[in-house]
């Protein structure tokens, strides 16, 4: 799992309210995650700040998975702390068609990606790095750069279908709407929050009072049993 701590993403990401709000969300959001990949069954390393280097994104994503590889593993599915719709499904798939050879590439709604299954022996560290990260042509970039292997031949890419991400209020907005109530209402216990209605559009509103939204007031919707 590589992604900021929640103290660092609230910071980046504030989703429009206080900062000892977002961090919770942040949290819920991480944990989500983390439930998740630990559910698969399958090793786990969380990379964040504290041990991640590099200049530039890319840089520090593909240090990270280098140390990985250093630690003894052969095969990686990468995974960071803002894809709630991430499942144990997608996991396992990643990791049977790793182990058949393959790579796997799960692409978010913006053009980025929420999931990258890796093979050490076809892995360019410095291509890798030098993809462009954070714009919404990353999704196209991983596509070729995982079809590639260190001879230049073709490796079949397993596409994992599109995903949320979580960067913005709109995002957490249109998760609600999205999400299968068992899902959403897990991430909503974790953050202590409830799912509101504002004129027919789903917002979080926390229990420290404080909205997503300035528009009120909201009436509350039941919870899943």
């Known amino acids: 799992m590589f992604s900021r701590s929640a103290k660092a993403e609230a910071e980046r990401k504030s989703f429009g309210v206080s900062r000892t709000v977002a961090i919770r969300i942040h949290e819920a959001l991480q944990r989500q995650i983390e439930k998740t990949l630990r559910a698969s069954e399958l090793p786990v390393i969380k990379s964040t700040e504290a041990t991640q280097r590099g200049e530039t994104f890319g840089d520090r994503l593909?240090?990270?998975?280098?140390?990985?590889?250093?630690?003894?593993?052969?095969?990686?599915?990468?995974?960071?702390?803002?894809?709630?719709?991430?499942?144990?499904?997608?996991?396992?798939?990643?990791?049977?068609?790793?182990?058949?050879?393959?790579?796997a590439l799960g692409n978010d709604f913006r053009g980025g990606s929420f999931l990258i299954g890796l093979q050490k022996a076809s892995?360019?560290?410095?291509?890798?790095?030098?993809?462009?990260?954070?714009?919404?042509?990353?999704?196209?970039?991983?596509?070729?750069?995982?079809?590639?292997?260190?001879?230049?031949?073709?490796?079949e890419v397993l596409a994992l279908g599109s995903r949320a991400d979580c960067n913005s209020k709109q995002d957490l907005k249109d998760f609600a709407k999205r999400a299968t109530d068992t899902v959403w209402s897990a991430l909503l216990h974790a953050t202590t929050c409830r799912i509101v209605d504002f004129d027919n559009a789903l917002e979080l509103v926390s229990c420290f009072g404080e909205s997503l939204t300035s528009r009120g007031p909201p009436t509350e919707l039941p919870h899943a049993a």
Do not use: M, Y
């Open 123 to 155: 892995f360019r560290q410095n291509q890798f790095a030098e993809l462009p990260w954070q714009t919404d042509q990353i999704g196209c970039a991983l596509r070729r750069e995982l079809g590639l292997t260190c001879e230049g031949s073709i490796t």
């Open 62 to 103: 593909a240090n990270a998975i280098q140390d990985c590889w250093a630690k003894g593993f052969e095969t990686l599915i990468v995974v960071g702390g803002d894809s709630p719709e991430l499942s144990t499904c997608d996991i396992k798939r990643a990791h049977t068609a790793l182990q058949s050879g393959r790579t």
